[in-house]
């Protein structure tokens, strides 16, 4: 039986990665596989001219050295959920809008549900400040679980906390 394949979609801020901590307590680790996905800015060629000495550095070795640094900055996140028994692999992509990659992400790779943290946004700070969690929303047709944490958000093994109170997510079909 395949299991299912859940996108965890982070922006490498604390904030995003708070959902990772609570997978977890929603997803069973013998069904579920977990792809965590950044979308960065699309490099570009770098010149650097230093005492008499030019240096060429190429897109292809930016790329490699995001990777790195993006596995790098998962490692903990990475070793806790394949301690609690997930397959996870990190899978960056490059783009200038976050949200269009991750539609087509789960068009083309068969993902059956996305885990995601969301600022929860309205009115007009939505409008100004765009918002991926609300055009994923809109443009996938697939399960959402979206958690909108508080700056500190904390668990006791059961049950989300939120500032000492119970908090429960929004799970979105």
Same mark, same amino acid.
């Given at each position: 039986?395949?299991? /299912? $394949?859940v996108l965890i979609?982070?922006?490498?801020?604390?904030?995003? $990665?708070?959902? &990772?901590?609570?997978?977890?307590?929603?997803l069973?680790?013998?069904m579920n =596989? &977990?792809i965590?996905y950044?979308?960065?800015e699309?490099?570009?060629?770098? !010149?650097?001219?230093?005492?008499?000495?030019d240096?060429?550095i190429?897109?292809?070795q930016?790329e490699?050295s995001?990777?790195?640094?993006m596995?790098?900055n998962?490692r903990?996140?990475l +070793?806790?959920?394949r301690e609690?028994g997930? +397959?996870?692999?990190a899978?960056?992509?490059?783009?200038?809008r976050?949200a $269009? /990659?991750?539609?087509t992400?789960? +068009?083309e /790779?068969d993902?059956?549900?996305i885990?995601?943290?969301?600022h929860?946004?309205?009115?007009?700070?939505r409008i100004?400040?765009?918002?991926v969690?609300?055009h994923v929303?809109h443009h996938?047709d697939? @399960?959402?679980?979206? &958690?909108r @944490?508080? +700056?500190?958000l904390? !668990?006791?093994? =059961?049950?989300?906390?939120?500032?000492g109170k119970?908090?429960?997510?929004?799970l979105?079909?």
């Amino acid at each position: 039986m395949r299991k /299912n $394949r859940v996108l965890i979609p982070i922006d490498g801020s604390d904030f995003s $990665r708070q959902i &990772l901590a609570q997978v977890p307590h929603f997803l069973d680790s013998t069904m579920n =596989q &977990l792809i965590l996905y950044q979308v960065v800015e699309e490099p570009r060629p770098v !010149h650097i001219h230093d005492s008499g000495v030019d240096i060429d550095i190429y897109v292809d070795q930016i790329e490699n050295s995001m990777q790195m640094q993006m596995a790098d900055n998962l490692r903990v996140d990475l +070793e806790q959920l394949r301690e609690a028994g997930f +397959e996870v692999t990190a899978m960056l992509d490059f783009g200038e809008r976050p949200a $269009r /990659n991750i539609e087509t992400v789960v +068009e083309e /790779n068969d993902i059956d549900m996305i885990a995601m943290t969301t600022h929860g946004r309205s009115g007009l700070r939505r409008i100004f400040a765009g918002s991926v969690a609300e055009h994923v929303l809109h443009h996938v047709d697939v @399960p959402i679980l979206l &958690l909108r @944490p508080k +700056e500190a958000l904390s !668990h006791d093994g =059961q049950q989300l906390k939120v500032d000492g109170k119970d908090v429960e997510p929004m799970l979105l079909v």
